[in-house]
């Protein structure tokens, strides 16, 4: 039988986290309103990271655009399956694929949260 998490808040009035509930100090997930007003937040003080950090990216700018997982990676030159693992944050990236990311899109300011921290 699956004992069910528990939601709490963060210090973040649009953003919650799910913790286990044997273990309160294991964060398993997050409910995030507003996202795109919330995105500088969520990459800077959730302490997720670089995989995690490159997921959201993906998935906001994907959405954005109004693009379908399969369309997206067809953008990219990778695999649909490949991209949906990225999204999940559960893909080892290769160079050649962050490479092809970052050339896609070469002037989006969110991407640069990934590996630096946003001041």
Do not use: W
């Amino acid at each position: 039988m699956n004992v069910p998490n528990t939601q709490t808040r963060t210090g973040h009035s649009d953003v919650f986290k799910f913790v286990a509930k044997a273990d309160k100090t294991k964060i398993i997930g997050y409910e995030i309103e507003n996202a795109s007003r919330n995105l500088k937040y969520i990459l800077t003080d959730l302490n997720l990271n670089s995989k995690q950090k490159l997921a959201i990216c993906l998935y906001f700018i994907r959405e954005r655009e109004g693009k379908s997982q399969k369309d997206f990676a067809a953008d990219l030159n990778i695999s649909e399956s490949t991209y949906k693992s990225l999204e999940r944050a559960e893909h080892n990236i290769s160079f050649d694929t962050l490479d092809g990311i970052f050339g896609k899109f070469p002037n989006e300011p969110i991407l640069e949260n990934v590996f630096h921290k946003v001041g």
